[in-house]
């Protein structure tokens, strides 16, 4: 993870604005993973598709 390649999939929301609390995800491998977009450096959390399904059904629902 955090490899150059992985770099280019890394996407921000277009509502995230300069010097926030702004999260970044990338989608690859039936995994979505998360990191902070403050600090490419930092750890990265990774969610297997079906988890990632039902947090955001849960979080819009």
């Known amino acids: ?4 390649d992985s770099r280019s999939r890394w ?3 277009s509502f ?3 010097g926030g609390n702004c999260l970044e995800v990338a989608f690859a491998d ?9 600090s490419l450096v930092s750890p990265e ?8 399904e039902e947090f955001i059904a849960r979080l819009c629902g």
């Open 11 to 13: 996407r921000r929301s």
């Open 1 to 4: 993870m955090g490899d150059q």
């Open 30 to 38: 039936r995994t979505v993973r998360v990191r902070d977009s403050d």
């Open 45 to 52: 959390l990774a969610f297997p598709d079906p988890a990632w």
């Open 16 to 18: 995230s604005g300069t």
